[in-house]
């Protein structure tokens, strides 16, 4: 029978922390069943990253966008890499963008700036954003409100249930990552085990947020075989039932080859 094929829909392979072992580092995801990942920009050299390192590999997929952290510095030049990149075919999604009211490295009006323009594109283009909300879930919300019809992910769903309705009502995705496994995260896992199985994706955000079998270490794709395997267990699924339907709803939301 043929192994499931696991989906990291959030992924920095890019950064730094796999200066040493970047190759390796894929070649142990493609291990664990982790055949598959989006490759997200968060400025504009991470972002032509992205594409290099997708264009090395199948089974990448690029992103391009500006984080909430680096939209005060954003200039318009930026702006003008990050729309051509997002415009490329290969490209599957724009973002990483949204809010942070959390470390707001950025000012406040800098990030709602921000991620409305990174809305407006999402919306000309037709395709899918990548959505950070941290500690910023009223404000995140009145903006998908205005564009609505934008389709996309909550990338690293960080909330209860209470929190969900919205969003699903929205029509987004709804990703958890190594934080659904921390032992105190009762909220995140109950939001895991009710999101309708068609909305539902998993992401290590790696190199940040390793799940608890190495918490505070450097997370890495192969791990999201972790994430996937708790959510399995919350939900009362299987695995290999839980892998095909997150890989399904990746190859749908971002249109990813089947």
């Known amino acids: 029978m043929t192994a499931p094929v696991i989906t990291d829909s959030h992924a920095h392979v890019y950064d ?8 390796e580092a894929l070649a142990r995801a493609r291990e664990a069943g982790v055949t598959r990942m989006l490759m997200v920009g968060t400025n504009v050299g991470t972002s032509r990253a992205c594409f290099e390192i997708a264009a ?7 992103t391009a966008g500006i984080h909430p952290h680096d939209a005060e510095a954003a200039t318009d030049a930026d702006r003008a890499v990050i729309s051509e990149l997002c415009r490329r075919p290969e490209c599957v999604a724009v973002g990483e963008t949204g809010l942070d009211w959390f470390k707001q490295f950025s000012p406040r009006e800098a990030q709602l700036e921000n991620f409305r323009w990174h809305l407006e ?13 941290r500690d910023a879930h009223e404000d995140t919300l009145a903006l998908l409100r205005e564009f609505r019809g934008v389709r996309g992910v909550m990338h690293c769903y ?13 029509g987004f995705c709804i990703s958890f990552s190594g934080v659904v496994t921390f032992p105190r995260n009762e909220l995140n896992r109950a939001a895991a ?3 309708p199985l068609e909305r539902l994706l998993v992401e290590t955000d790696c190199p940040y947020l390793a799940p608890q079998s190495r918490r505070g270490r ?3 794709p192969a791990l999201c075989r ?9 939900r009362g699924e299987t695995l290999e039932a839980l892998a ?9 939301l971002f249109g990813l080859p089947e």
Not at 56 to 62: M, N
């Open 56 to 62: 090395r590999h199948a089974g990448i997929f690029p």
């Open 16 to 23: 730094t922390a796999f200066e040493a072992d970047r190759e």
């Open 244 to 252: 095909l339907a997150t890989s399904a709803n990746a190859t749908r």
């Open 158 to 170: 960080t909330y209860g249930p209470d929190e969900l309705p919205p969003y699903l009502e929205l």
């Open 121 to 133: 594109l999402a919306r000309e283009l037709s395709k899918p954003v990548i959505v950070h909300c």
């Open 218 to 220: 450097r997370n890495e």
């Open 226 to 234: 972790e994430v996937l395997e708790r959510i399995a267990q919350v």
């Open 193 to 195: 085990r009710v999101v």
